[in-house]
């Protein structure tokens, strides 16, 4: 819970509703039998990378997954990355599991190791960035998937704008997923932090406001 919707969210229990959910919206990942792919999941990118790295799995690849968060507290579905991998390999920042470092460092060896054909990434934009500059060199294909701020979700407001090869792209409708080697990263990551000041100021209104109500 980092903002007064994801906190409204956290308050639901098990059998709770909410009242509209819309989706799947945007492009489906494209996936295709190409040979070795590499999945990359940082954080709560994990979640949305099992199901791509699944996919992969299930279209004939070699599938090497690669999942990392700052401590072991922050890693989850391990053993469905493992059902959906040839090969599942863990990092932590603070070396409480796995390999001590980042998804890069152990990219890096992978790569030193094995042809890869595509490596495609989901997590924190500083993340998919720094693959970005890691398979670079390489020429290695390479996929991530954009989370910038996103409103309406249809393409009718432009929040979620993003650049890709100099073009202005919707990431709700033209994306999520772009070739990481176009994308302008320092762009996307100062856009995400366009309404931190409202968020916060939200999220304080909200606390005050349940203050309020538990003290009455
Ligand atoms: Fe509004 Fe994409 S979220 S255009």
């Known amino acids: 819970e980092i903002g007064k919707t994801t906190m409204q969210l956290g308050t639901l229990k098990a059998g709770d509703e909410i009242k509209d959910v819309i989706g799947p919206l945007g492009i489906p990942s494209h996936v295709e039998k190409i040979g070795t792919v590499v ?3 940082g954080g709560l990118g994990i979640a949305p990378l099992y199901p791509i790295s699944r996919a992969f799995k299930e279209a004939g690849n070699r599938v090497i997954s690669i999942i990392g968060a700052r401590s072991e507290n922050l890693l989850f579905w391990e053993n469905e990355l493992k059902s959906s991998s040839d090969e599942l390999l ?57 989370n910038p701020v996103m409103m309406d979700g249809t393409g009718m407001c432009g929040a979620c704008r993003v650049s890709v090869d100099g073009t202005t792209k919707f990431a709700c409708v033209d994306g999520p997923d772009f070739d990481a080697h176009l994308v302008d990263f320092d762009l996307l990551m100062a856009r995400q932090k366009m309404f931190l000041s409202e ?18």
């Open 90 to 146: 863990v990092c932590t920042n603070d070396g409480s599991k796995g390999t001590k470092g980042l998804v890069t460092d152990v990219l890096k060896e992978v790569m030193a190791k094995e042809k890869i054909e595509l490596v495609f990434a989901i997590g924190p934009s500083i993340m998919m960035k720094v693959v970005a500059e890691a398979t670079r060199p390489a020429g290695v294909k390479t996929i991530v998937s954009l």
């Open 39 to 41: 999945c990359i999941g």
């Open 199 to 216: 968020e916060k100021k939200s999220a304080e209104l909200y606390l005050e406001k349940c203050k309020a109500c538990s003290e009455n």
